[in-house]
């Protein structure tokens, strides 16, 4: 089971929905099970340097079925996953907006979102991973 292009548009749109209604432009990305690129948005306004963290936030996601803010969390000097953002050539992105996507309990793929602070950036990634 993975994601497909008409469910990256139902978590996309949902997903800049929420932007919308914060006032916050944003870059959403959605990822497939394999944590390959199947959509990604940016939203008018969105800076161009969050594309890249969308997409990798939502990897990251996917890499390790787990919402990016968990990861962060644990990624802090002295915790668990202290240097993980070193590995996987630099795509891993320890800081809020990336969620996975289960279907029926599986992980089938991640949203990431990037443009705003990191609660409005995983607001918004949680408008996107809930609405299928």
Do not use: C
């Not at 497939?32 to 690129?37: E, F, S």
């Not at 996917?62 to 968990?70: E, G, N, S, V």
């Amino acid at each position: 089971m993975s994601l497909n292009l008409a469910d990256a548009r139902t978590i996309t749109a949902a997903a800049e929905a929420r932007a919308a209604e914060i006032g916050q432009p944003m870059n959403i990305a959605v990822v497939d099970a394999g944590g390959n690129l199947v959509s990604h948005v940016r939203m008018d306004g969105a800076w161009l340097g969050s594309i890249d963290i969308s997409i990798n936030k939502a990897f990251t996601a996917r890499a390790f079925d787990l919402p990016t803010k968990d990861l962060a969390e644990n990624s802090q000097p002295t915790q668990q996953f202290y240097g993980i953002h070193a590995s996987n050539h630099g795509r891993i992105m320890i800081f809020a907006g990336g969620i996975p996507i289960r279907r029926d309990g599986v992980v089938v793929g991640a949203v990431g979102v990037s443009g705003g602070s990191g609660a409005q950036d995983q607001e918004v990634a949680e408008a996107g991973s809930t609405a299928l």
